[in-house]
């Protein structure tokens, strides 16, 4: 199946939208073809505010208006308790709330942008938009991550070269409990790293400490860096490592 027959079968759709690479796809195929799409952006701590900003960002230059849910993730016992498969309890309730918002706005059908790379055998979310009826289409039409990103960049958007973004949550080893706290000491310290030149990172939580995760070709930059990052990251990190195990 093609974006354009997917979107003649569905014309009407609401999208779970994060302002992502997939997503952001998935909002402009629609609109080449004329579909009623309405973009749900369900706003929790577990995001960083420059993922809101992007989303915001690409609705505004599609003239596209996004829909904004404020949802506190952080009420629900069992996400915040970490369990192994918290991405599911995480995505039931996110897209429970989107459905119930898309629905009363006249939106039956919800879509995600699950990609065909997307290896669904790792990812406990996705029996959740299974079990809600949530359909994938670039999934559903064979369109992988490199695809995706050859597309936008053909149409001369720059969001294709924009890294993979999972959530802050997945900082944070699973039976470690989930604060708002630790949440925003991971997401300024990204930010640290962020404003450093620093690329497709991560700032996983060890045991309370920092544990750095940048890309390969980055990996000596890190290291020639270490003193200005151990004095920018300490007042949210007490002890800090780099991790030889690049991404």
């Known amino acids: 199946m093609e ?3 997917f979107f003649t079968k569905y014309p009407k759709v609401a999208l779970g939208f994060s302002g992502g690479v997939d997503s952001a796809f998935l909002l402009y195929a629609a609109k080449k073809y004329g579909a009623d799409i309405c973009p749900y952006y369900v706003k929790t701590v577990f995001q960083p505010r420059f993922e809101y900003e992007d989303a915001l960002k690409f609705c505004n230059m599609l003239g596209i ?6 949802y506190d993730i952080l009420s629900d016992h069992i996400i915040t308790k970490n369990v192994e498969n918290r991405c599911y309890y995480c995505k039931k ?3 429970s709330v989107l459905r119930r918002h898309a629905l009363r706005d006249g939106y039956d059908i919800l879509i995600d942008g699950t990609n065909a790379s997307d290896d669904i055998s790792d990812r406990p979310g996705i029996k959740a938009l299974t079990e809600l009826s949530v359909l994938s289409p670039l999934r559903i039409c064979g369109l992988t991550k490199d695809k995706i990103r050859a597309y936008l960049k053909e149409e001369g958007f ?5 890294p993979a973004y999972a959530c802050l949550a997945t900082r944070i080893p699973h039976e470690t409990a989930i ?6 000491r991971v997401e300024y310290a990204e930010d640290i790293l962020k404003d450093m030149g620093f690329l497709d990172f991560r700032i996983r939580v060890y045991e309370g400490c920092a544990r750095i995760q940048v890309r390969k070709e980055q990996f000596l930059t890190a290291a020639e860096k270490r003193g200005e990052l151990v004095k920018r990251l300490k007042p949210y990190f007490e002890t800090i490592f780099l991790d030889m195990n690049t991404r």
């Open 3 to 5: 974006l354009k027959e």
């Open 65 to 70: 208006e996004m829909k904004l849910i404020e």
């Open 93 to 95: 309730a996110l897209f």
């Open 158 to 162: 720059c969001i294709w070269s924009k």
């Open 179 to 184: 604060t708002e706290t630790l949440l925003r």
